[in-house]
């Protein structure tokens, strides 16, 4: 079966990625150092990007799910929020969280827990804001893992997405908003989207962003090639989506 262009950048974004989930390092970001553990994804300029999209405010109560290192865990926090819990599957993640936030002077307003989405939360847990930047790829069903760090990029079947929404709903405060960030070009929005709407959210898109990549960067494989333009660019377009509770 052919590779699809996401595949290939899905790939690309592993390997890329590898020296930092082997050892761990730092990143800057937001004007601020990071610090990045072993195993866990590392963040980058698209976390900059969702991260200054997001309605922070004094009041709010504030959940992450994916946190990974906890930069926009930590920013919420630092912008005032409430109330701000940080949720991984992946444990390292949220040692890495409680690292930054105490870092960084948040430290005992950053709840960081191990959960797989909604899991370890109780009934009486409602959040005003629910962020998430999920796994972009919508991968075939059938994908295997090679690595477990393949899931923060890789969604087989959309199974995470279909979950998230499934599980979402009692811990959405009345008049809550979730934000979540996808990929117009590595992703499928639509299938977010009709997912929602069938859930009963209303959806608009919030935010959109694009950033070019040489294609040889990536390797020159017939799914690239045929998304390249004529100076060897791809275009990754990347939409923040707001939902809502009709």
């Known amino acids: 079966m052919d590779r699809t262009f996401a595949e290939d950048v899905g790939d690309w974004l592993v390997a890329q990625a590898d020296d930092l989930l082997q050892v761990g390092g730092t990143k800057q970001l937001m004007g601020l150092d990071w610090t990045v553990l072993p195993e866990v994804w590392p963040p980058d300029p698209a976390t900059e990007v969702f991260t200054s999209a997001l309605p922070f405010g004094p009041g709010t109560r ?50 960081a ?62 008049d809550g908003r979730i934000f979540m960030n996808t990929s117009d070009t590595m992703g499928d929005p639509k299938s977010i989207v009709a997912l929602a709407v069938r859930m009963g959210f209303a959806v608009r898109k ?29 275009h990754i377009d990347s939409s923040i989506y707001e939902f809502q509770l009709i």
């Open 113 to 174: 827990l191990t959960s797989d989405l909604f899991h370890e939360f109780a009934p009486t847990d409602v959040f005003d804001l629910i962020v998430s930047n999920p796994p972009l790829v919508r991968a075939r069903e059938d994908r295997a893992y090679d690595r477990p760090i393949e899931r923060s990029v890789f969604d087989p079947g959309y199974g995470i997405h279909q979950r998230f929404f499934d599980e979402v709903k009692p811990h959405l405060a009345e």
């Open 62 to 111: 504030f959940l992450e799910i994916g946190c990974g290192a906890g930069v926009t865990s930590v920013m919420a926090a630092r912008n005032g929020c409430e109330r701000v819990v940080a949720a991984d599957i992946n444990p390292a993640a949220v040692a890495n969280t409680e690292l930054n936030a105490e870092t960084h002077g948040v430290g005992d307003r950053v709840e």
């Open 206 to 234: 919030h935010h959109s962003n694009r950033i070019e990549i040489p294609g040889s960067l990536i390797g020159w494989t017939p799914a690239v090639a045929a998304a390249a333009d004529e100076h060897g660019l791809v």
